[in-house]
């Protein structure tokens, strides 16, 4: 009955002479593990196409939902992770296959004649897989992408005569935007693959017309492609699969960092690992035609000609070394780049070493070390960014405007930027971590926790507020009398009664700030009555004088000689402050060098727009 | 239709070559090629848009971009001479979207005299990343091809050192008469080709 059914199968369709042909191809001196990468980069191929096409019904491509869609699939789609990861990590094991492949190909002399047309239709195929390489790392529009494709695109510009034209066509534009991305999509969903497939085809049906390349060794019978060497393909894809899995599985997925920032620098951008000894090149010469065209074509030109300088015995052998040396060159580039940007983790900084009076190797060796450093440190600020952007999304979720504009938004992550553009300058923002920013010449406070009750204890002592960390490079300083003559007089040698006076007004004072971070014990000093006593300790004297002497606070004292304290270091204080340090509630007599920063009745001659200040001072209070 | 039933396994013999008909086969090469290529050529305006209709208006029939942009006033800028960055805010068209006021870009501003500024775009005229400043050693630096320029902009070239950009950093034009009249900042805001040895204007 079976029988009769396939019988009948057959005659319709003719499938068992294609199944034996596929099946009983003899391969001379039988299967081999060395055959297996053909069949895995088929393998790897399908499982790109079809996790891409299940990827495709997820993604969105646009500026503002291209990135969002890629961060939902990876933080909320069920196994999204999982299948964006295998898309990522299969696609670079497709890179080592195919470097694989070719050594294989080559050293086997599976190029020669009469397979000359197979080896190119495989060269051109590995053109399009680089090209879907290239073309998929800017899709998920993050920082990471944008700009190590920026660099990318750019290079198209550099082809003679119409080079711009080619540029912008690729670039949908002049500047990267939505047709950038709807370009890239097209070309990495569709035009790519659809090549792929028809090449692909080509290369398989020159592969039968051929036959497999191999010696036939008298120990070593022949034998059909089923099932042994089905067999070891088979494992092959397995151990792959594994592989991919296990990577995927270990690292929790691709990684996305920000979204796209064209206004944001990012200075760890580096194309993906497989196009790093390309980016290296870059660096090696003056002119990037060289590296970026030259090279490339010549590398190029020499493949293509291969089958043809093959023919002959020694040309054979010049091909083995010359692509040994390529893939061993490119090897190194590799890990040369690496090293360059990790230099800093594994060597001491410049200031610990010792040069015995070598100048030269001296400065070499800080740059080469301080690049490193703004490598590590920008890769780093990457990651808390994207954290960051995490727990916005998770609080506010992500606007119709796109994730950038919560950063953008975020006090957090725009406080610093705006304290070290508009404010660095003079003050610092440093807790002594290291981590913090240092002002470019100490003359004013360092702002780290301003406002905060241990703020104002080291104001208030006399040996420190000297010091650069509070007004020692102010004109506040020169001045003997007033602050600086209360604190270092009266302050000083305080008896124990003394002591507590202060302690009171410090509590009182600071909780003007409202500080998030000290509004427990804002509120535990309001409870137990030390806000008020505080508020009384004001007004009473030390050796010579009371703040309430100089300082208003709320109805204590009188506008005059000193600042008002009346919610000191509140976010309306601050603001008040920054836009208008002249201001009679602040310093109208003794400001030395503090511009107002938005005292302008147009505001858009403000250097600070009301949005910025806002932000800034939220970061500097440490609000969320 | 008797062959459906028919149990024969072969085709029939295909029937022998007529005679050759060059009409019939140059009509048959130019009509399939053109419906071959059609598919094609309907897309072709809109695959080269971007050279067709290279300046593209935003609402109300306004050009966007390649005008004067006010960037911030010289108080801002310290006198020591050292860059500042600042954003660039102007209305940006990103295909079907138009964003007013949107952070197009940054320059570096810097004072170079009393009523004189100097304008940089931040991008590295190499293959578009962006540069910074290296304050303590008073240059700039690009992080992704290390190439690095003066304070005024200049090529920093030191024999030995590879420095891959083709040429200075791209100045910007500074409003003169709007600096000294009102001590506000307008830079004409334009990106440039990067790679090559001249500036042209994107
Ligand atoms: S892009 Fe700046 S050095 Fe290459």
Redesign the pocket.
């Known amino acids: 009955m079976m029988g009769n059914l396939l019988k009948w199968l057959d005659h319709r369709t003719g499938y068992q002479a294609v199944l034996s042909d596929a099946l009983y191809e003899n391969i001379p001196g039988g299967s081999r593990w060395r055959y297996i990468t053909g069949s895995m980069l088929v393998f790897a191929f399908v499982t790109q196409a079809i996790t891409g096409l299940i990827l495709w019904a997820a993604y969105s491509a646009s500026a503002q939902t291209a990135w969002e869609s890629v961060f939902y699939i990876q933080h909320e789609m069920a196994f999204g992770w999982l299948l964006r990861g295998v898309h990522h990590y299969m696609a670079q094991s497709m890179i080592i296959l195919l470097a694989l492949h070719m050594l294989q190909i080559v050293v086997d002399g599976a190029y020669k004649p009469p397979r000359e047309f197979n080896f190119w239709v495989g060269l051109v195929l590995m053109l399009l897989i680089l090209g879907l390489a290239l073309t998929g790392y800017l899709l998920p529009w993050d920082q990471k992408g944008f700009w190590a494709t920026n660099?990318a695109t750019?290079l198209a510009s550099l082809t003679p005569v119409v080079g711009d034209q080619i540029q912008q066509v690729i670039v949908g534009g002049t500047q990267y935007g939505n047709h950038t991305l709807t370009r890239f999509f097209a070309v990495h969903a569709g035009l790519l693959p659809a090549l792929v497939v028809g090449f692909l085809a080509l290369h398989m049906a020159f592969f039968r017309r051929h036959g497999i390349t191999a010696e036939p060794s008298p120990d070593r019978s022949d034998q059909y492609f089923w099932p042994q060497q089905v067999l070891k393909d088979a494992v092959g894809c397995f151990v792959l699969m594994i592989a991919v899995v296990g990577v995927v599985v270990y690292t929790h997925g691709a990684e996305l960092t920000a979204p796209a920032d064209a206004s944001e620098p990012y200075a760890a951008a580096r194309p993906e690992w497989y196009f790093l000894f390309l980016f290296q090149m870059?660096?090696k010469f003056d002119s990037?035609f060289i590296g970026a065209i030259v090279v490339p074509g010549v590398v190029m030109g020499f493949l293509f000609l291969m089958p043809l300088t093959g023919r002959v015995k020694i040309g054979h052998i010049v091909n083995v070394v010359v692509l040994l040396v390529l893939l061993g060159g490119a090897g190194y580039l590799t890990v040369e780049a690496w090293n360059a940007d990790h230099f800093a983790e594994r060597n001491v900084a410049p200031g610990e070493k010792d040069f015995a009076g070598n100048a030269d190797a001296k400065s070499a060796y800080t740059d080469k070390y301080e690049a490193s450093e703004g490598f590590l440190k920008a890769q780093k600020q990457a990651h808390a960014d994207y954290e960051r952007l995490v727990e916005l999304i998770e609080r506010k979720g992500i606007p119709k405007e796109g994730a950038v504009a919560l950063q953008r938004n975020d006090p957090k992550t725009q406080g610093p930027k705006l304290f070290t553009r508009h404010c660095r300058s003079c003050h610092s923002h440093d807790d002594g971590s290291g981590e913090g920013i240092v002002a470019e010449s100490n003359t004013a406070p360092n702002l780290h926790g301003m406002g905060s009750r241990a703020w104002l204890a080291g104001l208030l002592d006399p040996q420190k507020i000297k010091t650069d960390h509070y007004f020692g490079g102010t004109a506040l300083m020169e001045t003997d009398a007033g602050m600086m003559e209360f604190v270092t007089g009266d302050l000083a040698n305080l008896d124990a009664d003394g002591k507590d006076l202060l302690d009171k007004i410090i509590v009182a004072v600071s909780a003007e700030a409202k500080l998030p971070a000290q509004a427990k014990q804002d509120a535990t000093a309001a409870a137990d009555g030390a806000l008020a006593a505080g508020r009384a300790a004001f007004e009473e004297s030390f050796d010579s004088y009371a703040c309430a002497d100089c300082h208003k606070l709320g109805d204590i004292g009188e506008l005059g000689d000193a600042p008002d304290l009346t919610g000191w270091g509140s976010h309306e204080w601050l603001r008040g402050m920054i836009a208008n340090p002249n201001h009679e509630r602040f310093y109208p007599d003794n400001n030395d060098r503090m511009p107002a920063f938005a005292n302008n009745a147009d505001p858009e001659r403000n250097q600070l727009n009301d949005h910025e200040l806002d932000m800034l001072v939220r970061w500097l209070r440490g609000e969320d | 239709m008797t062959t459906t039933n028919s149990e024969s396994t072969t085709p029939d013999q295909p029937p022998p070559r007529e005679r050759r008909n060059f009409l019939a086969e140059g009509a048959a090469i130019v009509i399939g090629g053109i419906v071959g290529l059609f598919p094609v050529a309907v897309g072709l305006g809109v695959i080269f848009d971007p050279l067709l209709r290279p300046k593209k208006k935003g609402p109300g029939g306004k050009v966007i971009g390649g005008g004067f942009v006010r960037i911030a006033s010289l108080d801002s800028l310290p006198e020591n001479g050292q860059p500042q960055q600042f954003p660039v805010i102007a209305d940006r068209l990103d295909a079907w979207n138009y964003f007013p006021d949107e952070r197009i870009g940054s320059v570096f501003l810097r004072r170079v005299g009393e009523n004189e500024v100097q304008a940089f775009n931040s991008v590295?005229?190499?293959?578009?990343?962006l540069?910074s400043y290296a304050r303590g050693k008073n240059y700039f630096h690009?992080?992704?091809?290390?190439?690095a320029f003066q304070v005024d902009g200049e090529k920093i070239e030191i024999p030995g050192k590879i420095n891959?950009?083709p040429r200075g950093l791209d100045s910007l034009e500074v409003d003169e008469k709007k600096l000294t009249q009102t001590g506000e900042i307008w830079v004409k805001f334009e990106n440039f080709y990067?790679g090559k040895k001249e500036k042209v204007v994107k």
Do not use: A, D
Request: aromatic share 0%; net charge neutral; hydrophobic share 20%.
């Open positions: 660099v750019n870059l660096k990037e | 590295c005229p190499h293959l578009g990343c540069v690009c992080p992704c091809h290390n190439s891959p950009s990067t």
